[in-house]
């Protein structure tokens, strides 16, 4: 088990819908990220969040929107999503609270996307 | 630019085989390595780091990975594989300086035949 939760596991939208997928960490992390793999595929970074602060956004369309509400939380929201944005996306989070940031990642089961 | 390599695609040995997996990083400064595993069904988990120090690191279910400066490289091994080893495994790399941007290979899928 991970102790970084995501939900839903499973979303089906089309391409003129809104939703969210959401995560949760309780290991004190301070940073947190967004990744998008697809199949057989390394994952992609999409943005990293330091601090409740959005770091890091690797040039992703408009149409990801992330959202970092508390240190624990992190949401993706989705909006005019297109079919190939179908994919796996990861949430992972690093940097415990009073230490240096090593990078080390601790994912997310994942949320499988796919847009009709 | 940033990247990681990982040079087999797909590895396929009997159990109780030698295993190695290569992967090289060209980045400039000071490195951080990292090993990830996907069990099939599973999510990603890290098998092992390295950060500084010994250049032979062990890490989780018998891997090790040796970090060679020289030749940028931070290969995986395990001297006996098992058919529960059945899995993706991506080499990944960030700067030391920006730790929370990594960069992934492209992954080696790995099938142990029982």
């Known amino acids: 088990d991970t102790e970084v939760t995501q939900t839903p596991k499973h979303l089906v939208m089309g391409m003129t819908n809104k939703k969210s997928l959401k995560c949760e960490q309780h290991?004190?992390?301070?940073?947190m990220y967004w990744y998008k793999q697809k199949a057989k595929k390394p994952p992609e970074l999409m943005f990293v969040?330091?601090?409740?602060?959005?770091?890091i956004n690797e040039s992703v369309p408009s149409r990801f929107s992330p959202e970092c509400p508390n240190s624990s939380l992190l949401n993706l929201h989705l909006h005019a999503l297109q079919p190939e944005d179908s994919a796996l996306y990861l949430c992972?989070?690093?940097?415990?609270?009073?230490?240096?940031?090593?990078?080390?990642?601790?994912f997310g089961e994942g949320s499988r996307l796919t847009v009709l | 630019a940033q990247s990681v390599s990982q040079h087999n695609h797909h590895v396929i040995l009997s159990e109780a085989a030698s295993l190695e997996l290569g992967c090289n990083y060209s980045?400039?400064?000071?490195?951080?390595l990292f090993w990830y595993v996907q069990y099939p069904g599973q999510h990603l988990q890290l098998l092992l780091k390295?950060?500084?120090?010994?250049?032979l690191v062990k890490g989780i279910k018998g891997f090790e990975a040796e970090f060679i400066k020289s030749k940028f490289s931070f290969n995986l091994r395990k001297p006996s594989v098992q058919w529960s080893d059945t899995a993706e495994y991506f080499c990944?790399?960030?700067?030391?300086?920006?730790?929370?941007?990594?960069?992934f290979g492209d992954g080696t899928t790995l099938t142990v035949k029982p």
């Open positions: 990944a790399a960030s700067r030391r300086t920006n730790a929370g941007k990594s960069t």
């Open positions: 390295y950060f500084s120090g010994d250049p």
């Open positions: 992972a989070s690093s940097h415990p609270s009073g230490t240096v940031n090593t990078g080390e990642l601790f």
């Open positions: 969040y330091s601090y409740e602060k959005l770091s």
């Open positions: 290991m004190g992390h301070r940073a």
């Open positions: 980045y400039g400064g000071t490195v951080n």
